[in-house]
T-cell receptor, first 111, second 112 residues
């Protein structure tokens, strides 16, 4: 079952913040976040393994609520380079070698 | 920085022909994967490979598909008899352990 992301698309001006949500119908072992620019491969941003864990990567951070089977990606003070499609990926406890990508969120940052 | 290398970058083939997509994962990585993406849409899992055998596969990965690690460095995906709907970008990925995946730049497969 593919994780559902919201919103489907976000348009920002440089310096604005955004939150992207990822929701699964299955119990989760881990949540990954990737960014894909047009015509390129997905690039790994971060992985979250424990419930309630929050991680940061420069101005990009994420949280993982294991009980709610949800994760959120927080982009603060967005830069032009943040533009792209963001995918969450989830592994469940019984298939930890099968990363299922979410529906994707297209983010565009304008000057 | 180490990278995953895929060849060719673009392959055009006739329907019914066999194709082999090649990947060289990062050398100390142990887990290998194939994904595909149709027209920039969702990224679909095909297969995972560990310790010289398939560990997981999706419903897409039917008898027309196979994977091999023939020589300890290359990792290949074979499609025996291509269909029009196999046209997609195919990504290889690898990882060392329970960490993020490193993806190759992909092979664009066009079936005509």
């Amino acid at each position: 079952q593919q994780p559902v992301q919201s919103p489907q698309a976000v348009i920002l001006r440089e310096g604005e913040d955004a939150v992207i949500n990822c929701s699964s119908s299955k119990a989760l072992y881990s949540v990954h976040w990737y960014r894909q620019k047009h015509g390129e491969a997905p690039v790994f941003l971060m992985i979250l393994l424990k419930g309630g864990e929050q991680k940061g990567h420069e101005k990009i951070s994420a949280s993982f609520n294991e009980k709610k089977q949800q994760s959120s990606l927080y982009l603060t003070a967005s830069q032009l380079s943040y533009s792209g499609t963001y995918f969450c990926g989830t592994e469940d406890p019984y298939n930890t070698d099968k990363l299922i990508f979410g529906t994707g969120t297209r983010l565009q940052v304008f000057p | 920085e180490p990278e995953v290398t895929q060849t060719p970058s673009h392959q055009v083939t006739q329907m019914g022909q066999e194709v082999i997509l090649r990947c060289v994962p990062i050398s100390n990585h142990l887990y290998f994967y194939w994904y595909r993406q149709i027209l920039g849409q969702k990224v679909e899992f095909l297969v995972s490979f560990y310790n010289n055998e398939i560990s997981e596969k999706s419903e897409i990965f039917d008898d027309q598909f196979s994977v091999e690690r023939p020589d300890g460095s290359n990792f290949t995906l074979k499609i025996r008899s291509t269909k029009l709907e196999d046209s997609a970008m195919y990504f290889c990925a690898s990882r060392r352990d329970r960490e993020g995946y490193t993806f190759g730049s992909g092979t664009r497969l066009t079936v005509v």
